[in-house]
């Protein structure tokens, strides 16, 4: 069975600080494909990311970053001095090779506070 | 590039009407369209994968005649809740896969469009 785990519900940071969502995902699987979306307010959901399980190196593109680690089944994510614009739901995702479905874990609700 | 639409972005109904959604690929071909709902504060649940010319693949515990889904075109999906009650109130998002970009790299492959937020009275 394909699961995505987001362990952390809610989650308030004060502007500037940094701040790593975790995701834990089960898959037997040896090919998938892990995403982050953001979804702000507004409802639209935005891509961040996605990973190839057969590609481990961690990603930098600004003030994210993401660290994949097979042998923990983990895709966390990090914002750096992060912003009040940060504040949004993160969905952390997975998707087997052979298969079109997007599985998405729980989210996290991250707050920034001024 | 990549963009999908929805339409309408709001809507409020009466209960026992239908409602239809639309989802349009604007700037690609899309074999394959799915359907998300979402409760407020909850994740995206798969409704059902729309596949062009064909019928709809529904998952487990989506009722199909409840929600129809037609994919009539490689641009455009539809997605009617018949006979809504005031418990299929959702936020209804559809998403698209490009077929013309490759899966490699991190580049994104799947696109979603802005959702439609639907009230049932």
């Known amino acids: 069975a394909q699961k995505v785990t987001q362990a952390q519900t809610e989650i308030s940071v004060v502007e500037k600080e940094d701040v790593t969502l975790d995701c834990v995902y089960e898959t037997r699987d040896t090919t998938y494909y892990l995403f982050w979306y953001k979804q702000p307010p507004s409802g639209e959901l935005v891509f961040l990311i996605r990973r190839n399980s057969f590609d481990e190196q961690n990603e930098i593109s600004g003030r994210y970053s993401w660290n994949f680690q097979k042998s923990t089944s983990s895709f966390n994510f990090t914002i750096t001095a992060s912003q009040v614009v940060d504040s949004a739901v993160y969905f952390c995702a997975l998707r087997r090779a052979s298969y079109d479905k997007v599985i998405f874990g729980p989210g996290t609700s991250l707050s920034v506070i001024p | 590039g990549a963009v999908v639409s929805q339409h309408p972005s709001r809507v409020i109904c009466k209960s026992g009407t239908s409602v239809k959604i639309e989802c349009r690929s604007l700037?690609?071909?899309?074999?394959?369209m799915f359907w998300y709902r979402q409760f407020p504060k909850k994740s995206l649940m798969l409704m059902a994968t729309?596949?062009?010319?064909?019928?709809?693949?529904?998952e487990q515990g989506v009722e199909k005649d409840k929600f129809l889904i037609n994919h009539a075109s490689l641009t455009l999906s539809t997605l009617t809740v018949t006979s809504a009650h005031p418990e299929d109130s959702s936020f209804y998002i559809c998403?698209?896969?490009?077929?013309?970009?490759?899966?490699?790299?991190?580049?994104?492959?799947?696109?979603f469009g802005p959702g439609t937020r639907l009230t049932v009275l």
């Open positions: 729309s596949n062009e010319g064909s019928k709809a693949t529904y």
């Open positions: 998403s698209a896969r490009d077929p013309g970009r490759g899966y490699g790299g991190v580049e994104n492959e799947q696109f």
């Open positions: 700037d690609f071909q899309a074999t394959t």
